[in-house]
């Protein structure tokens, strides 16, 4: 079975940095394509980054632009996400997802999810 098991959320400080990682099992790695979602307490699930499969183009959130990077290690089938700059607003729980044979990452075509890990930014 396939499992994606996020890890690395916590409690930070507004300014601060965190590294999200994701392992994956159960599934070809590098024929996924790999992403970020976030849910805030009263906030729908959003898309915040991918990167794509075969080529690793990559994709982000204009409200995580510049402060946020994905990246994957196939080696390791993980991947990450670095956050630096972290703002109150980035509070959420932050959800893994792959997508076989995608360059569009969406929250309907996931075909599977993570079972999230919190983010705590404080002022």
């Known amino acids: 079975q396939v499992q994606l098991v996020e890890s690395g959320g916590g409690l930070v400080q507004a300014g601060g940095s965190l590294r999200l990682s994701c392992a994956a099992s159960g599934l070809t790695f590098s024929r996924y394509s790999m992403g970020w979602f976030r849910q805030g307490p009263e906030n729908e699930r959003e898309f915040v980054a991918a990167?794509?499969?075969?080529?690793?183009?990559?994709s982000y959130a204009d409200s995580v632009k510049g402060r946020f990077t994905i990246s994957k290690d196939n080696a390791k089938n993980t991947v990450y996400l670095q956050m630096n700059s972290l703002i109150p607003e980035d509070t959420a729980v932050y959800y893994c997802?792959?997508?076989?044979?995608?360059?569009?990452?969406?929250?309907?075509?996931?075909?599977?999810w993570g079972k999230g890990t919190l983010v705590t930014v404080s002022s």
């Open positions: 990167i794509f499969w075969g080529v690793s183009s990559t």
């Open positions: 997802a792959a997508d076989k044979f995608t360059y569009a990452l969406t929250s309907a075509g996931v075909d599977y």
